[in-house]
Structures are given as C-alpha cells and as structure tokens.
C-alpha cells in the first residue's frame, strides 16, 4: 500500500484576535496532521477556538501565526483570489444552518460551487444530479428549499460540498438544526463518505456524535488538550 | 468516486455573463414590487426624455420642411430695427416706413436679387351673395409670384398696369373659393372684399400649410388696391429672391445701403434671411434641447440614487449569501460582478418601462393631436438603453464594492 497522504498538516497555528483593549487569541500554537480518509471530530466547550481552527483549515480565514499545508501546497501567503479559488477546489463546506439559495432549486444550489470552477452548464447538471444521487436526492432535483424538509435541506447541503470532489469535506455542528433522527441520518451519510474515503472534519459539543469520528481532537482555550483515536467504529 | 479534479479558473476569468444576469434577474424578481419601485426614477427620466426628445425631434424637422418651403433665397425686409447695434448715439424714433416707392428704387439699384415685391397685409371679410368668410387679405407686388414661389393656377397674375391703376382685381386662395363657391367658376365673378367690389382674376395653386397658416386661405389683391382699401401709404414688409443662395449676402448689404440712404442715414429697417429664421429657430430647439437634458438628468441622478439605495440594502439582506458564494469560490471579483450586473439590471428594466411608456405617450400624443409634429427614432431607444445602463454602473459600484469587500467569515456569520 502506498503512503497515505496528509491533507491537512498545521504547524504552530495561531490565531489572535485585536479587541478594543487587549488582544484574544482563540487558537495558541495549533499543531495537526489529518490523513486523507481521516474521519475527526473536534469538541470542546463553547469558545474554545472550534469554530477558529475550522475556518482557517477551510481558507475561509488566515492565521496569525504558523504555517498550513492543505493537501501539500501552503495556504498562509495566498491572495484573497487564490484562497477563493482553493475552497473552491479543495474543500466542501457543511453548515449548521444548511446556507442554500432560497431561490434556487436543489440542483442549482449543488451546482453553485461548479458555476465558479468555470464548468459548462451542461457539465455542471450532469455533476450537480450525480452528486444528489448520491445523498439519495435524485427524486428532489427541481425542488426549492422550502418544499423541502430539513433533512433534506442538509443533504443538498452536503451535496453541494461534494460536488467538487473536496480533498477535505469541513462541517460545522451539521446537525445542530435537525432533530435527532433526521441528525442521525445526515451522519450515516458522514459515515457513509468516511468509508468510501472522504476526509472528514466534524465539529460538535456532542459526545454522542462524536462517537461517530475515529479521532477526537478536543480544544480547550485554543490549544489542544486531547487527540484521541479509536480503533473500531461505534454504533 | 471517479471524477477529473477541477482545474482552476484562471486569474481574471470571470464567470459567464448569462450566468450573473440570471441571478440578477433572480434576486430582482424576488424582490418585484420594491424593483420597481426603485426603478421609478430611471422610468420617468427615460420615459421624459423619449417623450421630450421625439417632439424636439419633430419640430426641428416640421420647421426644417416649413423654412425649405418658404425657399433659401428669401429675403425679407421689414420696418424698424429689431436688433441694437451696441453702442452710437440712441437712435432717434422717427421710424420710417417701408413703402412701395422703396420697393421700387430697390428694384432699380439691387442687380443680385429676381426681383421685389411690396407686400401690405391685412384681415378682411371676403363675401360673394349669400356667403362670406374671414381671411388675410394680402397686396402683393408685381413680382411677388415669382420671389415667393406661388403659383397663379387659373386665370394670370396681376400686372405692371393692374397695380399702376389700383385695379380692384383679386386672386383667390383655393380653401376661400371652396368655401365662398363650392363648384361653380370663381373666374369673372364680382366679390366684395370688406365692402369694397372685387373682380376675381384667378386661383392659386394648392400651397398648403406653413407654420400652422393656411396659405390657401387669402385673398391677393394688388398692393396699391389694399392701400387704397386699408387706407394706408406704406406696406409691412418687402419680399425679394436672390438670384442664387451666393447672392443672398451680396443682395442683402446692397438691400441695407439702399434702404439706409433713403432713410437719411439711418437703418430703421430689418432684413431678415431664410437663414436667420432657421438660425433662430435652431438656438430655440437647443435651447429646449439642454432643458430636456437637465430635467433628465435630474430624474436619472435621483433614479440612480434610489437604485444604489437599495443595493446597499440588498448587499445587506444577502450578506449571508454573499457568505456562502465566497466558502464555495467566489472571488471578490466575482461578487463585484454579481452586484454591479444586478445594479445594471435594475436600472435597464426602468429604462425599458421608461421607453415603452415614452412611446406610448407619443403615439397616444400623436393620435390624438395629429398635427403635433413628434417623431420616434431608433438613437432615442440606444439613448434610453445608454443611459440607463450607466445609472446601473454608477449606481452600483457603491454597493458592489461593499459586497466585494466583506469578510468571508463575517458575512457567514452574519444573522
Ligand atoms: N471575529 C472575532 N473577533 C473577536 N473575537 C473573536 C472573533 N471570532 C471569535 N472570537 C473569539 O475567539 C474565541 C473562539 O471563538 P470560536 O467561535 O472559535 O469558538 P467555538 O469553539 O466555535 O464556540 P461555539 O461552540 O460556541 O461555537 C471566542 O472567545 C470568541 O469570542
Ligand atoms: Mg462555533
């Protein structure tokens, strides 16, 4: 077998934030290696720094200090238009509060990531129906949002973080807004991803969820108290 | 799982133009009745200067075929001075009359003109039997035919001799003998003008209309027979043609020298040109031409504040999906893009509500008032678009460069 890549590698990551008076630093010298295929969780108590650490693996934001290699190439010195162009590519995001086009229908709101790689329409449907197929929404295509029922809502979601193919899939307590069966159909799909090799990077405040990642990161204050692994998968 | 990776997008490529107009078409269908109204500004400012525009457009060319018709030659001169020459002594008010007696030295002394024709206007009552009717009364000169460029189509011009003799000879517009002798021949016939006996001697050929004046509505008469029936010695004005449009200068200095010797000196008289009148008439079209663009103006710039007015609230509203464009890959270009096409949407809807309403109160204009000379062209349609689009650009720049400039993970969060 050949060597598993690392897709994520961050190396002292810091993250400061200026305030009136007195700085925050919401990370402290964040250090992290993510395999691809890695299944993790990051927990902690509210304003550890999850949310921080989250969007600068996701280029949304960039650090302080340190270094990030995402899937071997540094982000930390890329202009705003590359950094764009790198979500674009590499990373697909799920949210808490799903963040679809209300105007758009499913198939549109999973192509939309597509529209700014520069795809032709025609190529964009084609991968957009695939991408639904495969979170079991081929019957919804042309549906809205509001014809469609939260569960459902999250599954576009995260088809449209699929769509491009991430290196690295990042959702943010992506059942947060769901009921707990519903919550626990999106995570199948989790699981399902996560076997057929995804990357993925959860983060949660539930331990019951948790359970559902092999690695658990857990931040407190904005460094790393725990990384833990665990062999088997859980129920 | 078995796709090609994405290539990048290159640097400065944007995303199809189609692309952003539907999702500008998109957002401003959500948001239909405030559209609009937003647009309401764009829609009067281009509907006004459609509006505007055609009937400016209208006139110009209406005036422009009535001054052809008077001919390019035309001279005109009339009593008293209607323009100051700036400075010398204040000109004395003894204002001299034109009379025929100077129609008749001009004739002799001025080489480059066809000829002059003293001419003494005035309204009278035509009658024959039973009927009558109202009309200007004209005296002509002998020559006047001919400077005027009339016709005499029954019958024959005064002569050399009818006016040395006062003859009481008329010649009748077409509408006056319609009106006074329905079929029967106007030729021969006696006629009373203003209670005075006329012979009728001819009909002119149809003229028309010129300057909202029914040219086929007078009566001509010779020059002398209406100083004797207005009981006047001069005329109001003196018609002469240049030989060619080149004379016209010549003709005219020759016509003031003239004129000014036999005045003592003094130029109590006006000669206007052909040329003048358009001359005149073209300021007051620009004129009203810079009116019209002001009054545009200020509709399209309060248009145009109301459109950037609500972008920004817009960029506001979608500060969440402006959020999410940018995790998924929009660049700050491609967002400037969005906003600024939506800008230019926006104010293109009310730019074409704003022509076709422009135009439908130019036609509706032009059936009801069928004489009202406005006229649509093709330039007033790319000038609506034009402009339009540009209060769009203008706009929407603010706004776009607002929504450009968020913070990817401000505007995620942003409730
Ligand atoms: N834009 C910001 N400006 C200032 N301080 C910030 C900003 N973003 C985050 N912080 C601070 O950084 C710390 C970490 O915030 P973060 O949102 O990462 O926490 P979290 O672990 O996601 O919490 P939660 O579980 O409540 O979502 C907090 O103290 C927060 O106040
Ligand atoms: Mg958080």
Known sequence: MSAVATVIECRALSRRFRMGEGDVWALRNVDLSVESGEYLALIGPSG????????????????????????????????DAELADVRNRKIGFVFQTFNLMARQTALENVALPLVYAGLSRAERRRRAGEALRRVGLEHRVDHRPDQLSGGQRQ???VARALVTRPALILADEPTGNLDQATGREVLGLFDELHREGATIVLVTHDPKIAQHARRRIELVDGSVRADVRQPEASP | ?????????????????????????????????????????VV?????????????????????????????????VQPGHTETSGFGPPLENVQRPLTIADSKVLAQRVPSVVGFSADLVGGGTVSYLNRSRDVMVAGVGERFWEVRGMRVEIGHPF?????????????????????????????????????????????TAPKGRMLGFDLDDLAFVPVTATEDLFNRDFVTEILAKARSHEDVGTAVAQITD????????????TVHTQQDLMGTFNRIADTMASVVLAIASISLVVG?????????????????????????????????????????????????????????????AGLVLPSLPARLSLWIVLLAFGFSAAVGVLSGVLPARRAASLDPVDALRYE
């Open chain 2, 304 to 364: 145009g504040i109301g459109i950037m007015n609500i972008m920004l609230v817009s960029v506001n509203e979608r500060t969440r999906e402006i959020g999410v464009r940018r995790a998924v890959g929009a660049r700050r270009s491609d967002i400037l893009a969005q906003f600024l096409i939506e800008s230019v949407v926006v104010s293109l809807i009310g730019g074409i509500i704003g022509l076709l309403l422009g135009t439908a109160v130019v036609l509706v």
């Open chain 2, 258 to 269: 003239v004129l000014e010797r036999r005045h003592a000196g003094h130029q109590d008289f």
């Open chain 1, 48 to 79: 550890s720094g999850k949310s921080t650490l989250m969007n600068l693996l996701g280029c949304l934001d960039r650090p302080t200090e340190g270094r990030y290699l995402l899937d071997g190439a540094a982000v930390e010195r890329l202009d």
């Open chain 1, 155 to 157: 599954r576009v979601a």
């Open chain 2, 159 to 203: 002569s050399a001799d009818d006016e040395a003799a006062r003859r009481r000879y008329a010649i009748l517009g077409h509408t006056v003998v319609h009106e006074l002798f329905a079929d029967e021949n106007p030729l021969g016939k006696t006629i009373q003008i203003s209670g005075a006996p006329f012979l009728v001697v001819g009909v």
């Open chain 2, 44 to 76: 009067i400012g281009v509907a006004s200067v459609v509006v505007l525009v055609s009937l400016g457009d209208g006139v110009r060319s209406f005036l422009g075929e009535q001054f052809a018709g008077l001919g390019a030659d035309l001279i005109v």
């Open chain 2, 1 to 41: 799982m078995s796709a090609p990776a994405l290539e990048r997008r290159p640097a400065g490529r944007s995303i199809p133009l189609l692309e952003l107009v539907r999702v500008a078409l998109e957002a401003t269908a959500a948001n239909g009745a405030r559209s609009l109204l937003t647009t309401l500004g």
